[in-house]
């Protein structure tokens, strides 16, 4: 059994996951009445900022495991 391509589904999975979570409207911050802020600027703080860091390790674990993909052919 190849183990990079299940580890890669997996992975992709998540990364769908937490990228629809970062939706303004439909995400963290609409759940609990953040919502659309008006056009100001909003920082990103706890729920949502770890939300945001955990979307760019799950998009370089992807590229990675994708890249050993390649490799192991």
Known sequence: MKL?????????????VLILLQER?????????GGDSGGI????????RMIFYG???????????AIAQLWVK
């Open 25 to 33: 409207s439909a995400g963290m911050s609409g759940i609990f009445g």
């Open 41 to 48: 600027y909003q920082t990103r703080r706890g729920l949502e």
């Open 4 to 16: 990079i391509p299940v580890i890669q589904i997996i992975v992709s999975v998540v990364l769908v």
């Open 55 to 65: 979307t760019i390790v799950c998009a370089v674990i992807f590229a990675g495991l």
